[in-house]
């Protein structure tokens, strides 16, 4: 079975378990789980808040993931030549 597909069948068992199991299944990834939380200062928070209004407000576009990409692209050749 491939990773993918577990993921999806512990996904939807998570949504259906009783708490009894949920706590359980929990307990044994803890620590695991406390390692991947990021803990954002407020003053990225501010900055973040401040990106969402200006987008909201007009202030601000958006790219494209691929244009994003093409963007890196061209200035990592630009640096390396």
């Known amino acids: 079975m491939t ?15 009783n708490e009894k199991k ?3 299944i929990y307990t044994m990834i803890e620590g695991d789980v406390e390692d ?7 003053e990225l928070k501010t900055e973040l808040d401040k990106r ?3 987008y909201q407000g007009g202030k ?3 790219i494209t ?3 994003s990409k093409a963007r890196v ?3 990592l ?3 390396f030549k």
């Open 3 to 17: 990773t993918t597909a577990i993921r999806q069948r512990l996904h939807n068992y998570l949504e259906i378990a």
């Open 52 to 54: 969402l209004t200006d």
């Open 65 to 67: 993931a691929k244009d």
């Open 73 to 75: 692209a061209k200035l």
């Open 60 to 62: 601000m576009k958006m």
């Open 36 to 42: 991947t939380l990021i803990d954002y200062t407020n």
């Open 22 to 24: 949920i706590k359980a």
């Open 77 to 79: 050749n630009k640096k």
